[in-house]
């Protein structure tokens, strides 16, 4: 057999083929001979039978390569997540990306003492796969949902009550009950700025050089200026923002807004806009949806993904688009580099100090007090480094698995994107020399690809 076919086996020994190398026009193939031969290149699981089979019977007439074995793909488990047990019409609003009801994002659910508001869904258990070699390949378990003790409520049995009165905020991790501070109206020299833990809602419009930071959410009800928000919770203006390149909107979760214009916006998960975002810097940890919209100018990234309308326009004004890996990440990723490296160093220098000392002491049979105490702190200090150096790698390992997070990435155009829009996944980038009509931007093996919607 060896003469006739040659194995080839995929890098992850999850499947086998033959590729023919030279056959007889008149050889006559016995299927149990060639599984034998199988056999002995340990092949052992999951055999294709039919293509096997008819392989033997008509060599001459497959198609080649030939699948011949194929392994089972491990399954991994589910993580855990938190289901809310209020009511959830805005979310269920904004499954559908396209037709959110932003009306509807502005209501803040509230609760009463002793009210059910979620439950802690366990993760679940990966199932292992096997290779051809009958090998067994690992699978990960789900990881649990991560909640931190919030204000306001009690956990008992993987669920979580409130204890008082109070509008819900959801962060990353935590559930919260909080008070309201509300200002009817505009948010002007009487109220001043606001630093409030509970959420705050304003009834009028945010204008320039005003703060206001709270500890759940911010709603506005009308325009945001200039000025500068900050929550632990999610942001919602249903007038829209009209930066003029001052101030700062910044959430923990999401950020809901009519229109985005000289803004800088930054969301710890999503970002919806309603109609368009203009020369602004848009980051969002999750996904930047403004489907009915349009990007021009400035710069949006998003980790996960960006569904737009349109972007860029018929002047072919420069817009950045950014998926898969924020800047900040990348940043991070070099920062930890740069550190390892330097503790690294610092580590063999004391190395070779420490050799030194040694040897010294072979050599004489004892140390100056001096040449002891040099040699205490190097030995302090090294343990001191190790330790940190093994934080600074788990560090490291974690931000690489949210690069691994991120492989499903991708910008989608509803309408056109026009020339002079530059894509980037990672530092990967790519310059759209035309207008493409309904298409999605993907990263597949070191490329960025484009297909028709």
């Not at 497959?62 to 009511?87: H, M, T």
């Not at 009958?134 to 008992?156: C, D, E, T, W």
């Not at 490291?396 to 691994?404: A, G, I, P």
Request: net charge neutral.
């Amino acid at each position: 057999m060896n003469e006739f076919f040659e194995l080839v086996l995929s890098k992850d020994h999850m499947s086998a083929s033959v590729k023919l190398r030279d056959l007889p026009l008149d050889i006559s193939l016995e299927e149990q001979s060639f599984k034998e031969w199988l056999h002995e290149k340990k092949i052992i699981f999951g055999l294709k039978h039919e293509a096997i089979h008819s392989l033997c019977s008509n060599p001459h007439q497959c198609q080649y390569p030939v699948l011949v074995a194929e392994g089972i793909a491990p399954s991994n488990g589910s993580d855990g997540y938190i289901r809310p047990e209020f009511n959830t019409s805005e979310e269920k609003s904004i499954s559908d990306n396209r037709n959110f009801n932003f009306k509807n994002i502005m209501n803040i659910p509230s609760v009463k003492s002793g009210q059910l508001v979620a439950t802690i869904i366990p993760p679940t258990l990966g199932v292992s796969g096997m290779d051809v070699y009958g090998n067994s390949v690992p699978a990960k378990n789900g990881r649990p949902a991560r909640l931190r003790p919030g204000k306001n409520i009690l956990f008992h049995q993987n669920q979580v009550y409130a204890t008082t009165d109070g509008q819900i905020s959801i962060t990353s991790n935590s559930i919260n009950v909080f008070p309201v501070f509300e200002v009817q109206g505009d948010l002007d020299m009487e109220v001043g700025n606001i630093d409030f833990i509970g959420n705050v809602v304003i009834k009028g419009n945010v204008p320039t050089g005003y703060s206001i930071k709270a500890g759940g959410d911010i709603k506005i009800s009308g325009l945001v200026e200039g000025a500068e928000l900050i929550a632990g919770g999610s942001i919602s203006i249903s007038g829209g923002i009209a930066g003029a390149s001052r101030g700062m909107v910044k959430a923990g979760v999401n950020i809901y807004t009519r229109y985005l214009n000289q803004a800088f916006c930054k969301a710890g998960n999503d970002i919806y806009v309603e109609t368009s975002i203009l020369h602004s810097t848009v980051e969002s940890g999750g996904h930047v949806f403004a489907p009915k919209g349009q990007i021009i100018g400035g710069r949006v990234s998003a980790n996960k993904g960006i569904e737009v309308g349109e972007i860029g326009n018929e002047h072919y004004t420069k817009t950045e688009i950014l998926v898969g890996n924020l800047q900040s990440i990348l940043n991070h990723e070099k920062e930890l580099k740069k550190e390892i490296d330097e503790v690294k160093e610092s580590l063999e220098k004391l190395h070779v100090l420490k050799n030194k000392l040694k040897g010294v002491l072979h050599s004489r049979k004892n140390l100056t007090q001096q040449e002891q105490l040099l040699l205490n702190k190097q030995q302090t200090t090294s343990l001191s480094l190790e330790k940190k150096l093994m934080l600074l790698q788990n560090e490291y390992n974690q931000l690489m698995e949210e690069y691994t997070e991120n492989k499903d990435a991708y910008v989608k155009v509803h309408g056109t994107i026009h020339p002079n829009t530059q894509i980037c996944f990672g530092k990967y980038r790519k310059l759209t020399q035309q207008a493409v009509k309904a298409c999605k931007f993907v990263f597949r093996q070191g490329e960025i690809i484009t297909i028709p919607l």
